[in-house]
């Protein structure tokens, strides 16, 4: 099954607008207590084992802010 190794969120550009929880099927986000440059408070990936790597979020984030890194491939796995 496919994981994400993590979740990079550029502070700089997240508005906190949480599309990227909202589109997200398997409730990875969670509003989190980071706030952003711009003083908006920042998704966290509180379940990142739960992530299947669909890239919804990355596609629906309006300000192209949130890029997902997913785990390289283990020899014998898949
Ligand atoms: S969709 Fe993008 S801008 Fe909106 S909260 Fe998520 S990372 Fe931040
Ligand atoms: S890649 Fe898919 S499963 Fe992972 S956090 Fe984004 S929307 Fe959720």
Not at 9 to 29: A, T
Not at 51 to 56: A, E, G, M, Y
Request: proline share 3%; aromatic share 6%; charged share 35%.
């Amino acid at each position: 099954m496919k994981g994400a190794e993590r979740i990079e969120i550029d502070r700089r550009y997240c508005k906190g607008c949480m599309l990227c929880q909202y589109v997200c099927k398997y409730e990875v986000f969670e509003v989190g207590q980071e706030r952003s440059a711009l003083d908006y408070l920042m998704p966290r990936a509180a379940k990142l084992e739960n992530c299947r790597v669909c890239r919804l979020c990355e596609s629906h984030c309006p300000d192209m802010a949130l890029v997902v890194v997913a785990k390289k491939k283990g020899k014998g796995k898949e």
